[in-house]
């Protein structure tokens, strides 16, 4: 069977996190009854006009630089046309040849090895409504909430080859769009959609193969079983001497595969042309530095401090750095208590099982850094027990006491006076007098059943070598 | 002098000596509009109602002594502007029960003052035209001759004013559309540089050449308008931040004011009788102590197909969103998406409305847009150089508005190429966004008037005021008689 090379480029749709819609004061955010985020300017009413919304340049340049991209100084705002109930303008307003953002790229990890996509480009443009079909009237409603909305469009060149890196690819872009804090890149909510290209080439063609859209992917799972399936329905047909035909394809989640929506002589034609009601952008050399000084230190940078400075193993820094929040949390906890390596373990083993088992989300943890910090501290130099550490953390999770008042209040605090020990290894000792009897007698096991009943009068607060210490003595001193 | 024949200024006073109040200003032109309007046809909805109340409130204004320019002064404005509550159809069967939910900004600023707006008036179907006859609803006559058209598309506003049937009007200007049916009706019309005036509700036609203006007596009633209407606004992205004082060089002399003939526009295709009446008009300005010099526009020849090339591109892609889904006329013959806005849109639009429509979408097309679009985009640079180098040495230009006085209906609007042609000494001007104002400069054999127009450089409005307002002063004007 013959050999083909996939060569697969994206198009992610991010939604921008501003307030306001990028030409109208209504909100942008998710959600809200239908119909009840729209005005006569972003419902395309005759006579408004659109007014562009700075933020939402400010963002998409953000955006841009996080994803290593040159910035234009000018920048033009065109129009999109093409007619569909959901755009009520019957034109988008978009960005064609002139776009904010050019030339970025960012780095993938795909196993041990590393790769870097480029971005050829990134727009922005605003957000059509929805229709939802209603089976009742047999009818298409429309809902404008979304229409305007801003949005970037980010352009990868085709230099991803598997499902795995283009799904790779998609969780780097939204990693670095929520560390610029430009979107918040749920795909559950739409707010990141991705277009996918795909063809195929022999490792000796040099030249690119007949191309496939697969339009508007909403989950990571859905982008891989797409690719995956798209890789495999054009390996057959070039194996069968069938020829690819250029064409734009939709992929079906419940069926699992990508069927036609539209070939290429049916493509739009969407006469693009200079958006008259909006005026070119000007973007200073001011503008951008400024707005790359708002850009917080971003993952790949991050990781690379962990590994090398903080001597973290590379699967515990790629897992810290997958969240800005969660590397915000772990950053100020160490610069609490600087045990980079403890206090790494302790959010990874224990504090990420709840995110991931989703009893937690991270962008919503219910104490500070600084408070975590201290019950690693107090792990770590034995004031409480490991166990009683992870039952603090549980109670933490609940409410808003420190780790140290829980600890005393659960009385799990370690004991170091040897009184209590004394006391309760007597206890026992007298109790179980035939376990003590068997034990001198040469069963050594029991030392073991003693040690634990020990333990659990205990209740932990004590240090288990001291308990074995006081035992020993104590069962020395009965021979 | 009767009472409609007195300028804004002239009522203005008027109101604020309590010589008249403008509830009876206003029922006096409504009686007007009820006498007159049925020959002339000018208004699509007049808002007796509304009108009064604003007028008892403009009173209560002026008793308070808290008037300003157009307090209580009875205007028309074009139905592409949009007013909140009032049924705004552009002239369109597809807008016929469109009820816009905001203000245009411009009517927004005369309702501040409490101008008293007495009503919409019709105009070319979506400001495509220049005649006024291929309005769905009224096809308005020129109060000079009844069998004649009153230009176009702002023909309701100017056939309005010379009827007298308001003080003035508000009115927008694509390509010619609010000087050439000024020059047809024999009133002073003016289209601001472009950005002076907001274009928030004015139904968009060509975004890039619309702007809203006056139509009025007199060139000092539209810069009181103006400096009304004018302004920065949020709403529209392309408003300018700059201010400009209409009124600033009203009176200032003409002596030594440098004033551009441009040659190409007194050539073969302009009627003898115009040519005659704007050099005769230049002349007043050199007795006045200008100075005349003859340029040149070589771009002129290309300036009609440059125009209809981007302002039909424009078009098509404004006038998409009629599609049946949202607001304005629906067919009711459809099964489907596809044809519902197919239906719609075929018995909505108007012929001309449909041939721009078209002849946009292809100038657009791919394949088509470097051959089309682009030579239009490059001609209009030419064009805006050529004016530059003309205003570096000239203060100002000075052409006929139009090739003809107004024609009888039904002579050309069947041919569109003539139409098109016919507003070859508009267009440039709307393609380098600058200031014209026509005024009434003679009257032919028939007695029908004669426009002359005034460019200056682009935020220099208050010079084209100036130098038409001379001119005004020492001419005679000839009323229309009902």
Known sequence: MANYIPVIGLEIHAQLLTNTKIFCSCAADFGGEQNTRCCPVCTGLPGTLPVLNRQVVNYAIKGGLALGCDINRYSKIDRKNYFYPDLPKAYQISQFDLPLCIDGKVKIDIGEEEKTIRIHRIHIEEDAGKLVHDNIDNASLADYNRCGVPLIEIVSEPDMSSAEEAKAYVEKVAGLLQYAGVSLCRMEEGSLRADVNISLKTPEATRLGTKVEIKNLNSLKSIVRAVEYEIERQTKMLVNGEEIIQETRRFNDNRGVTTSMRSKEDAHDYRYFKEPDVIPVSITDEDIESIREELPMLIDERFALYVKEYSLNRADAKILVASKEISDFYNEAISVYPNYKAVANFIVVELLRYVNEGELDSRNIPFTARAFAELVKMAEEEVVNKNNAKAILKIMLEGRMSAMEIAKAEGFLMNDSTDEIEEVVNQVTSEFTSEVEGYLAGKEKLFAFLMGQCSKRLAGRANPKKIKEILELKLAALK | ?482
């Open chain 2, 1 to 482: 002098m009767e009472l409609c024949d007195k300028s804004i200024l002239m009522l203005r006073q008027m109101l604020d000596q309590k010589e008249i109040s403008s509830v009876e200003l206003t029922t006096y032109y409504l009686d007007r509009i009820k006498e007159f309007d049925h020959q002339i046809e000018s208004y699509i909805t007049v808002c007796e109602e509304e009108a009064l109340k604003r007028a008892a409130l403009a009173d209560q204004r002026i008793a308070k002594g808290e008037s300003k320019s157009l307090t209580g002064i009875p205007i028309s404005i074009k139905d592409n502007l949009c007013l909140e509550g009032v049924r705004t159809t552009c002239g369109s069967k597809m807008l016929e029960n469109f009820i816009p939910p905001y203000h245009a900004t411009a009517a927004q600023k005369l309702l501040a003052e409490d101008a008293v707006i007495l009503g919409k008036v019709s105009m070319d179907e979506f400001a495509m035209g220049g005649s006024t006859q291929t309005s769905y609803y009224k096809k308005t006559k020129n109060p000079y001759d009844m069998t004649r058209v009153p230009g176009g598309s702002s023909g309701g506003s100017a056939a309005s004013v010379a009827a007298k049937l308001a003080a003035a009007s508000l009115g927008s200007d694509t390509g010619g559309s609010i000087r050439q049916p000024a020059s047809f009706c024999g009133v002073t019309g003016m289209k601001p540089t472009y950005g002076a005036v907001s274009r928030y509700g004015l139904v968009a036609f060509a975004s890039s050449f619309d702007q809203i203006g006056p139509l009025a007596h007199s060139a000092k009633d539209c810069a009181s308008i103006l400096n009304t209407i004018a302004g920065h606004d949020i709403h529209d992205g392309t408003s300018a931040k700059h201010k400009i004082d209409f009124e600033a060089k009203l009176g200032n002399p003409i002596k030594g004011l440098k004033l551009a003939l441009p040659k190409e526009f007194f050539g073969d295709g302009i009627d003898s009788q115009v040519k005659e009446a704007v050099l005769k008009a230049a002349a007043e300005y050199e007795k006045m102590g200008a100075e005349l010099i003859e340029v040149s526009m070589p771009s002129l020849k290309y300036a009609i197909a440059a125009y209809y090339l981007i302002a039909s591109a424009e078009a098509s892609s404004n006038l998409a969103r009629y599609d049946g889904i949202k607001f304005g006329y629906c067919t009711p013959h459809a099964k489907t998406y596809e044809e519902r806005i197919t239906r719609t849109r075929k018995e909505g639009f108007g012929e001309e409305v449909k041939r721009r429509i078209l002849l946009g979408t292809y100038a657009l097309s791919s394949g088509y847009y470097d051959a089309y679009y682009k030579k239009a985009l490059y001609i209009q640079d030419k064009i805006k150089a050529e004016y530059r180098s003309i205003f570096e040495s000239c203060d100002a230009m000075i052409t006929p508005t139009a090739p003809t006085p107004a024609y009888k209906i039904g002579e050309i609007e069947g041919d569109p190429v003539k139409m098109y042609l016919a507003d070859i000494c508009t267009v440039t001007v709307n393609i380098a966004g600058l200031p014209a104002i026509s005024t009434t400069c003679g009257y032919d054999n028939d007695g029908m008037p004669i426009g002359m127009s005034v460019v200056g450089k682009a935020f220099d409005d208050a010079a084209v005021i100036q130098v038409a307002d001379a001119f005004e002063t020492n001419f005679k004007t000839q009323n229309p008689r009902l």
